[in-house]
């Protein structure tokens, strides 16, 4: 499976974007695909997971309200639709895809390459 991530930007604080990943070479739908992100010096840490079905999706409590993880299945891509963001959201956000609802990223067996989102104060 290959995943690829597109959709980052320079925002301003209190704006939206929408990240999409598109997968490629085996269909997706019945994994688990989730974002983390990486912000410069640290870990790379959980933004969400959301499961085929897209029912008990998970959210890390600093996006939770703001982010709103979604699927489409026939497409074979997921999306993160990201308002009210803040500084403090600026990292590389990663798409991935597993088997388990989880928020591990050693759970996760593929990963795209990350697309830069970048918040202004």
Do not use: H
Request: proline residues 2%; aromatic residues 12%.
């Amino acid at each position: 499976v290959q995943l690829q991530a597109s959709g980052g930007g320079l925002v301003q604080a209190g704006g939206s974007l929408r990240l999409s990943c598109a997968a490629s070479g085996r269909t997706v739908s019945s994994y688990v695909m989730s974002w983390f992100r990486q912000a410069p010096g640290k870990e790379r840490v959980f933004v969400a997971a959301i499961p085929w079905t897209a029912s008990n999706t998970l959210y890390a409590d600093y996006v939770k309200g703001r982010f709103t993880a979604s699927r489409d299945n026939a497409k074979n891509t997921v999306y993160l639709q990201m308002n009210s963001l803040k500084p403090e959201d600026t990292a590389v956000y990663y798409c991935a895809g597993g088997t388990y609802n989880s928020i591990r990223a050693n759970d996760y067996a593929y990963w795209g390459q990350g697309t830069q989102v970048t918040v202004s104060s």
